[in-house]
Every structure is written in C-alpha cells, then in structure tokens.
Nanobody, 112 residues
Framework: QVQLAESGGGLVQAGNSLRLSCVAS???????MAWYRQAPGKQREFVAR???????TYADSVKGRFTISRDNTKNTVYLQMGSLKPEDTAVYYC???????WGKGTLVTVSS
C-alpha cells in the first residue's frame, strides 16, 4: 500500500506558474507515476506521466507548459505548471496507476 499526498495548489492568475508536489509514503522508484485532473462538472483526465526510466508523456493541452519530474530520494513527484490558463482550473491528483493508488487531490484555481 502507498499513500500519496498532493500539495501546492492554490489561486493563481492566468499566465503565472505553480508547482505541485506529491509525496509517497514509501519508495516509488519502481513505479510509473502520473498526474490527472478533474475540472468542475467534467471527467477526470490525464495530464502527465513519468516512467521509472524518467521518460515523460503529456496531454496535448499541457504540452510545452507543464513539466513532470521525480525525485526518488524524496519519494516525490512534481508537476511544474507554467503559462497557466483559466481552463487549467481543476483538482489535480497524483497516481501510481499500475497499483491504482491515488491521492486526495489539490485544488488549482486560475483566475483570468
């Protein structure tokens, strides 16, 4: 079992940046990790994924603006978000997809 705890959400103006963190309760170096988000009234959607190799994948909507990274020494995955838009407003979730472990989410609100 792995507990995942997201942090770093908040209210930010459009065009600004924010960094989310996801701290795991145990070592995650063997796991692919991902970020998802769910906007009000919408389904949860994929944002970014980082494999154990460090290889990354992004949703088209965030490509070039968001960067996922990991620090296995800290059992932490990050999501650096730049050039934020109002449509990025959502609850952001960290996940270890293969194990179906999910955090409780952190709210990001982008004002125009």
């Amino acid at each position: 079992q792995v507990q995942l705890a997201e942090s770093g959400g908040g209210l930010v103006q459009a065009g600004n940046s924010l960094r989310l963190s996801c701290v795991a309760s145990r070592m995650i170096d063997s796991l692919a990790m991902a970020w998802y988000r769910q906007a009000p009234g919408k389904q949860r959607e994929f944002v970014a994924r980082i494999l154990r190799s460090g290889s990354t994948t992004y949703a088209d909507s965030v490509k070039g603006r968001f960067t996922i990274s990991r620090d296995n020494t800290k059992n932490t995955v990050y999501l650096q978000m730049g050039s934020l838009k109002p449509e990025d407003t959502a609850v952001y979730y960290c996940a270890a997809e293969a194990m179906n472990y999910w955090g409780k989410g952190t709210l990001v609100t982008v004002s125009s």
